[in-house]
C-alpha cells in the first residue's frame, strides 16, 4: 500500500486551491476522486488563509525585535505572498515579548482548530492523514508558546476543533 504524498505548509501554499487541490493527493488515485467535493475545497481554503495568517505573524513578530531569547520559537517559514490577504492586528500586539507571545497564542490555538476541524469534515480520505499531522505541529507550537504566558506546556487532553464557519469568524477578526 503506497503511503499518501506528504502534505506540507509551504506545498499547501503553493497549490492553492483554485482547481491545483487535486495535486495534493497521490499519484494514481482516480481522476473523479483526485477532485475533492465542494466542502474540502472550502476547507482548504480556510486551512490556506490560516497559514497566510501564521506566516504574517511570525514575519512581524520577528520584525519586532523583542522576542528576545524565544526568537526561534517563532521562526520563519517564509515570507506571505499573497496580495489577496491583509491583515490587521490589536494595537500593541508587537509593542513586548509578552504581547508577541498572547497573540501567538490565539494564532496557534486557531490554527489548530481549523485543523482539527477539518480532519473531522474533509470527505477527502487522503487528505485527512496530512491535515492530522499538521494540526500536531500546531499543538507542538502551541507546546512552545505557552510557558511564555504562564501556561502549562501540554495543554487539553482534546483540544477544540472548530467548525468552518468558527475558524472563519476567527480569521475574519484578522482580516483588513
Known sequence: ???PMQLSRKRLLGVGVAGGAALILPRGVARAAATPPDGDLAYL????GAELLALDFQTRALASHRLG???SIFKRQGPATSADVDFTYPRGAFASHVAIARLGWRVESLLLGA???AIGNVETAEL?????QIAANEAQHLSAIAPLIGRKRVGR????????SAASDQLDAFES
Do not use: S, T, V
Not at 45 to 48: A, G, K, P, Q, T
Not at 157 to 164: E, G, H, N, R, Y
Open 128 to 132: 485527512r492523514l496530512p491535515i492530522g
Open 69 to 71: 531569547p524565544d526568537a
Open 45 to 48: 481554503r480556510l486551512l490556506i
Open 1 to 3: 500500500m503506497a503511503l
Open 115 to 117: 485543523y482539527l476541524g
Open 157 to 164: 487532553a482534546f483540544p477544540q476543533a472548530l467548525a468552518i
